[in-house]
């Protein structure tokens, strides 16, 4: 399992890292060694723990294989792969839908049978079978295209939303700042920071106040 593996390259690592490890990797026994393997050696040139470099990097042999993977489909498959990349991890299938503007059911399959995406038993929700898979399909797209589709994104949420924008403004503060609509970006890091300070969530509510103030 994801413990034994990784005690056996890196050693004893705390409860949080071997989550991270299981949400990069999908319990993949392949993904889990190289990543592993990869996070050791640059830990070890600088003198820190292995597990302190854990989330930072995606070792080159994974990616590799996981774009491998996604070469071997069809434009429209790529295509429906990278939008759904700007979503996240985990996105609701109708946004995925709209923003591709037409109908997504067998190209849809088509990843999920590939093992790259699953649908989750709501009916309503998709995931990336792998963390990496989403993070490779991600980094295929060019910077300026991204922040394109991140704002497209922004605009779809606040449409469906309407008037209970606001039950939204973590999504929309997201994808803003990742986008070229300054004033949305920070008008939605003000009021996601403002909601996280009447939580009591300090340290989040600051660093969503420092990303308005990076973009002024």
Do not use: W
């Not at 292995?50 to 994974?62: E, L, N, R």
């Not at 590799?64 to 299938?93: C, N, Q, W, Y």
């Amino acid at each position: 399992d994801t413990r034994a593996i990784v005690r056996n390259i890196l050693g004893d690592v705390s409860e949080p890292v071997l989550r991270r490890i299981q949400e990069r990797t999908g319990g993949n026994p392949l993904f889990i060694e190289e990543l592993c393997r990869t996070v050791r050696e640059p830990g070890a040139e600088k003198g820190l723990p292995p597990q302190s470099v854990v989330g930072d990097v995606v070792p080159d042999s994974v990616a590799a294989v996981v774009r491998a993977r996604i070469d071997r489909l069809t434009p429209a498959h790529v295509h429906l792969l990278k939008l759904a990349s700007v979503l996240g991890e985990e996105f609701p299938r109708a946004l995925l839908e709209r923003l591709c503007g037409g109908e997504i059911d067998v190209l849809l399959e088509g990843l999920v049978g590939a093992d790259l995406l699953h649908e989750l038993p709501d009916g309503e929700t998709c995931r990336f079978k792998h963390a990496i898979v989403q993070e490779v399909a991600y980094a295929m797209l060019l910077h300026q295209r991204r922040r394109a589709l991140h704002a497209t994104v922004g605009r779809l949420i606040e449409e469906e939303a309407g008037p209970r924008v606001e039950e939204q403004v973590e999504r929309l503060a997201h994808h803003f700042a990742r986008s070229d609509e300054r004033d949305k970006a920070v008008f939605y890091l003000e009021g996601s920071g403002d909601k996280a300070a009447a939580s009591g969530a300090m340290v989040q509510a600051l660093g969503r106040y420092r990303g308005a103030v990076s973009i002024l």
